[in-house]
């Protein structure tokens, strides 16, 4: 079962900033946060991840807590192609281990 | 550079019957899984290969799922007799054979979608 918990949807006007937050409460010292999209009719797609530290990237900023129980995925300026469902996964980073999804969170970008 | 290659992506049966599904991953990436996407969910994984080695196939139904990667390289997916509740949508992804401690990002492809009437 997914370790994470989201909230199952979230509206975002156009241009402005798309914070998802996600808990992760039973997470453990070694366990990454990773974050995939999927758009609709696609696979989905990696984002960012992250161990403790915040990360960005050219798609999105990753902000973990300093407890790590929770973290916040940032679009900095949501366009219309932004809207998906955003899955956050908890995983070791070890090998090839399979991602275990959760539901997401439905993004919708209103124009 | 390519992607993952899934085909068909649609595919209507009727219930009892058998249907196939066709992965080719992205060139040099050693390991394949196969995950099924329910209406509402997310993907959940049914079988993992490295090369044509299968290294978890634990949530695979084995009554009626089967799955190969020949050569491994290209993989199908099989299922025999369908039923109603295998209708979803079948992702292939892969990822390359890295270091154990490094992270190997997962690439899908676009899905199957199979209906069973």
């Known amino acids: 079962d997914a370790k994470t918990t989201q909230p199952t949807s979230m509206d975002c006007a156009e241009g402005r900033a798309a914070n998802l937050p996600c808990n992760h409460s039973?997470?453990?010292?070694?366990?990454?946060v990773y974050w995939y999209r999927q758009i609709h009719s696609q696979g989905p797609q990696y984002i960012i991840h992250?161990?403790?530290n915040n990360e960005t990237n050219e798609m999105a900023s990753l902000i973990i807590t300093e407890d790590r129980k929770s973290s916040t995925l940032i679009l900095p300026h949501a366009t219309l192609r932004d809207t998906a469902v955003y899955y956050c996964i908890v995983r070791s980073p070890r090998g090839n281990t399979p991602l275990v999804f959760g539901k997401g969170t439905r993004l919708s970008v209103i124009a | 550079e390519a992607g993952v290659a899934q085909s068909p992506r649609y595919k209507i049966i009727e219930k009892r019957q058998s249907v196939a599904f066709w992965c080719n991953p992205i060139s040099g990436h050693a390991t394949l899984y196969w995950y099924q996407q329910i209406l509402g969910q997310g993907p959940k994984l049914l079988i993992q290969f490295q090369n044509n080695g299968v290294v978890d196939d634990s949530q695979l139904p084995k009554d009626r799922f089967s799955a190969e990667r020949l050569k491994g390289v290209d993989s199908t997916l099989k299922i025999q007799p369908a039923k109603l509740e295998d209708s979803a949508v079948y992702l292939c992804?892969?990822?390359?054979?890295?270091?154990?401690?490094?992270?190997?990002?997962?690439?899908f492809g676009p899905g199957t979608r199979l209906t069973v009437l």
């Open positions: 039973t997470i453990s010292g070694n366990e990454y």
């Open positions: 992804a892969s990822s390359l054979m890295g270091r154990s401690s490094s992270y190997n990002e997962q690439f």
């Open positions: 992250g161990l403790k």
